[in-house]
Each structure stands twice: as C-alpha cells, then as structure tokens.
C-alpha cells in the first residue's frame, strides 16, 4: 500500500457511496458494495467493528438489531455467530441470504470491482485503540495494491491516534459532527489528512475556512443532487450519498460532472 498522507494522493472522487448504497441496497453489505458499483460510485465508505473474537466487520451500529434478523451486541457475538444471521431481507426480500461481512471479505471485493475506500473506524465503547489496531492491521496485509489508497476516518479521536501511531503512512480524516472551533489544533495534532461532517451542520464559512486551510473536506450524508451541486460549487471534495446514481446524474446535468468525468464508471 502506498504512503497517501498526503492528501493529493488520494484521488477522492466527489461522489462517494455511503455504507455501499444504502438507499438502493442493505447498507454495509456485499450487494451494498455491488449496487454502489452499478449505481457509478468509484469509491465506498463503510463501518468496520469488531467482533467479540477480534475479528473486523463491516457495521454500523453496536448492535445487530436493527440490520439484521438477529439481536445482540455485536461485541460480544463471535463472527461465526454473527455469520448466522441475515442482514439483507430486513431491507428487502431480494436481498435475503446476505450476510454481516467481514472487513477482509469486502476488501476481496473491493478489489474486484475497482472501488476505493473510506473505511470508518466505527468501535464499540472502550475497543477504540484495538478496533484501530486490528483495522490498520488488516489493509497493511491485505489492501490490494491496484486500488487507491484506502482512507481511514473515525469520530473517535483515540481511534485516530492508535492509527496513527500503529500505520502513520495510512491516511486519516477527522469525523466530525459540525466542525468545532478548535478543528485545525484537533486535525494536526492526528495529523488527519481530511476532514469529514454532517453536511445538515455545515456552513459556507466553516467550509472555506477548512479548505482555505488546504484540508479537503468532505460531507455526509448528501442525498439531494441540489445540494451536492451546493457543496461542492463551495470546494467541498467529496459528499457521501446513499443514492449515487441520483447524486451523480444530478452533477452531470449542470456539467459539473460530466458522464465521463470523475466518480463516474463508463
Ligand atoms: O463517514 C461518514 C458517515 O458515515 C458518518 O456517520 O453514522 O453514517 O457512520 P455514520
Ligand atoms: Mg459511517
């Protein structure tokens, strides 16, 4: 894997699947990462957590209520036990048979289907150093070197010091909620790359002030093709959007983007 901390090297398409495509598909799953895909996203964001045997996957919430068929705090099921359940006809019965996936198998599969990736380090309370460690530990095997270079994020800031500390060269972008008044100090003490934040907490000020600062900034969650065309006519690198065919089709009509520009499979 290359060394991508510096932010140039990134090469963030201004679209960015959110958990997959979580409008179209069951978010953080194999079809989310397909649908993604075939919707023209050219990079996915998604949850790494992990299990109660030390193993990373791909979730958001601590537990497995709401996203699968079964119940439980992920942290204290095993993966085989996790494995069990299925996490895709809670969404729709087309995608019934989908599992919770480990982070090494959507890793697998980003691979084949040439998609970049910001992986949030999403651990449960208390497994913020560990859950970094075993995430870094993972793409330092197993990132396949045709694809960018992943870019790791977290809300935690204890998450993105044990990244730091355990893979320097893997670059980091601080999660925020609205951008604090301190972010710059918080940014460079993590020596975070980018920055991410709630799109619905953001204004036009806090966004020049981050890029005048020559931090590409990115926003979630972005599911309004006029305000993605908002966000990124302010400079905004990125917007995460659960929908990127609607997102992307929305650029390309004021040729912002265009059907062969970037974030765009042709
Ligand atoms: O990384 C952007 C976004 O995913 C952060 O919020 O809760 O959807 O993980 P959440
Ligand atoms: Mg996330």
């Known amino acids: 894997m290359s060394d991508a901390t510096d932010a140039s090297q990134l090469d963030l398409p201004p679209v960015i699947g959110h958990r997959g495509a979580a409008a179209a598909a069951p978010e953080n799953t194999p079809a989310g990462m397909r649908m993604a895909h075939r919707l023209g996203a050219r990079w996915v964001e998604f949850d790494v957590r992990l299990t109660a045997d030390a193993q990373c996957i791909v979730l958001h919430d601590d537990t497995i209520d709401r996203t699968s068929d079964g119940r439980g705090v992920a942290a204290r099921l095993t993966l085989a036990a996790l494995r069990r359940y299925d996490a895709g006809a809670w969404f729709d019965k087309r995608f019934a048979g989908e599992r919770i996936p480990s982070f090494d198998e959507i890793i697998v599969l980003l691979g084949e289907l040439g998609l970049g990736a910001n992986v949030e380090i999403k651990p449960a309370p208390g497994q913020e150093v560990e859950t970094a460690r075993a995430i870094v530990a993972v793409l330092q095997r197993s990132w396949p ?90 400079g905004l690198s990125a917007v995460f959007t659960d929908c990127p065919d609607r997102i992307i089709a929305g650029l390309s009509k004021d040729g912002k983007s265009s059907p062969k520009g970037p974030g765009i499979h042709t």
């Open 145 to 234: 070197a045709h694809l960018p270079p992943p870019l790791l994020s977290s809300f935690s800031p204890v998450a993105l010091e044990a990244a730091r500390d355990a893979a320097p060269a893997i670059a980091r972008g601080y999660l925020f909620g609205r951008v604090p008044a301190n972010w710059r100090a918080e940014v460079e003490r993590l020596g975070c790359v980018t920055v991410h934040c709630d799109a619905r907490r953001l204004e036009q000020a806090t966004a020049q002030a981050v890029i005048g600062a020559g931090y590409p900034l990115l926003a979630y969650t972005v599911n309004r093709p006029e305000r993605a065309r908002e966000l990124l006519g302010w």
